[in-house]
């Protein structure tokens, strides 16, 4: 699996650690708290790497075991 946030669905930071995945409210995600290193780690969900590669990736930014996996799911629902 290669986690990706479709490249169309628009972000907003909805405060300064709230991003917003999505434009309508029945639709929209809303991950946070989120902190530099969860978004940055965000901006790598692009579909070229796989599961094991974004944990080693949130793993060297400094993001705990199991973020990563968090993340995904939360923004999958």
């Not at 946070?32 to 060297?60: H, I, K, M, Q």
Request: glycine residues 10%; aromatic residues 4%; hydrophobic residues 45%.
């Amino acid at each position: 699996m290669h986690p990706r946030v479709k490249t169309a669905l628009r972000r907003a930071w909805r405060e300064r650690q709230t991003v917003q995945f999505g434009v309508t409210p029945a639709h929209a995600v809303l991950v946070g708290p989120v902190d530099t290193a969860t978004g940055s780690f965000l901006e790598l969900l692009d579909g070229t790497r796989g599961l094991p590669l974004l944990r080693e990736e949130a793993r060297a930014m400094g993001l705990p075991d199991g973020r990563a996996d968090a993340l995904v799911e939360r923004l999958a629902a």
